[in-house]
């Protein structure tokens, strides 16, 4: 039991596992970018491999629906109540669904669940169960609460007990966490403490930021974004275990720039080793689904760098649930020091 904050840096991934349902809105799946998405069974082998590897743990957000082994599955769990949409193209359930995972891996992922489980140190965590968003003009927390309910009982099913959240699009509604706690929710993944990613809708995002946020890639506009074990217990018991960095995909046309990117993570990784606090990443499996080689490289670069860092200064990689765990041990064992 933790009497004292931990004299360690942690190194976190989170990964949004959601195929075809993270980006129905904007692709079909006939688009040129949905070869990414079907690419995924070739790229989530590929990082649990490198996982394994370097003794990395990570958590896989993973939507509801792809637990689904059937259609029939799909509409068994899927909640009586579901969000109104103002923008009736947020809406999943009018979505055309093929039978399966084999005649439809982009709604369909069981297999990949199964092999993300049967790896050392992964966690499966809750994308929720439609791809939610909750932020969006229409929705309310009834139909959030529905939804919830529908992604714990499908997990269930599998024998997976839901303890951490990634919010869609980070949208990151303050009024929905009472309910997390209530159904056993234990920490989420919040924004990069600055405004350019503070959590919004979609017609709230601004093309000032977003460009500001790709430099930010590169250059270090806003900095590291580490985290204090302290900080991660918030007022209401849920544990926020903030994200640092967002791992951009390898861009073909600009080598300089990669190697800027791949430097403004490591040196953010070593700052968190040596003072001892979270770094956490995070991406897409899809965002590795072009220039896979490439991509798998970098990744390669960074888990070399941790592994570095745990020799170095005694780093640790913790999943979500791992590092919400240790600090609510420390939060609980001071509260009876000095409460």
Known sequence: MLSRVPDFGAFVISIDFELLWGMRDIITKDSPYAERMRN???????MLELFEEYEISATWATVGMLFARSRSEFLQYAPTIKPQYLNNALNPYQEEMGEGEGDDPLHYAPLLIKQIRNTPRQEIA???????????????SQAFEADLISAIQIAQKQGIQLKSIVFPRNQHNPEYD????????QCFRGNEQHRIYRPRSGSEQAYRDKAYR?????????GNHLIRWEDVVEPSGLCNIPASRFFRPYM??????????VARMTRSIKEAARSSRIYHLWWHPHNFGGEIEDNLAQ??????????????????????REA???AEQYKYNNSLTYG
């Open 40 to 46: 995924e069974k070739i790229v989530i082998p590929r």
């Open 126 to 140: 809750t994308h929720t169960y439609s791809h939610y968003y909750c932020l969006e003009k229409g929705q309310n």
């Open 178 to 185: 009472e309910l997390l706690i209530k159904h056993g929710v």
């Open 214 to 222: 790709l430099a930010d890639s590169y250059l270090n506009l806003t």
């Open 252 to 261: 073909k046309q600009g080598a300089i720039f990669e190697k800027l990117k």
């Open 299 to 320: 990744l390669r670069d960074v888990l070399a760098c941790v592994s570095h860092c745990k020799k170095e200064y005694g780093m640790q990689s913790l999943s979500m």
């Open 324 to 326: 919400a765990d240790l």
